[in-house]
């Protein structure tokens, strides 16, 4: 059964970075968009970066632009979200997720995805 693991999630404090990862399994997404969303408790689901099967394209929410890098291996069928200068309101639950929709169209829109992980907690303190 294909799935997606997450992992690297934790506890820092303010100007702290993280580097989560995304597994892909048994077979991985090479061919298919991937992205990161977070979920913070009342609010909704918010894309937070995307990569193209190719790397060759990446988008990012706004809030996030200049200090998370998303980029994946696709021979270890891995995706990171590499996040720096971590602010309290990046708190939240961050989930992987996989699309095999052609054309993605919306790469940070939660519904053009078809696959999820169980999520990663990430806790930024002030």
């Known amino acids: 059964q294909d799935r997606l693991l997450e992992s690297g999630g934790g506890s820092v404090k303010a100007g702290g970075s993280l580097t989560l990862s995304c597994t892909t399994s048994p077979f991985g997404f090479r061919d298919n968009f991937m992205a990161w969303f977070r979920q913070a408790p009342g609010k909704e689901r918010e894309g937070v970066a995307a990569?193209?099967?190719?790397?060759?394209?990446?988008h990012y929410a706004d809030s996030v632009k200049d200090r998370f890098t998303i980029s994946r291996d696709n021979a270890k069928d891995t995706v990171y979200l590499q996040m720096h200068s971590l602010q309290p309101e990046d708190s939240a639950s961050y989930y992987c997720?996989?699309?095999?929709?052609?054309?993605?169209?919306?790469?940070?829109?939660?519904?053009?995805?078809?696959?999820w992980g169980q999520g990663t907690q990430v806790t930024v303190s002030a």
């Open positions: 990569i193209s099967p190719n790397s060759m394209h990446t």
């Open positions: 997720a996989s699309s095999g929709l052609r054309p993605i169209l919306y790469p940070l829109v939660a519904s053009r995805y078809n696959f």
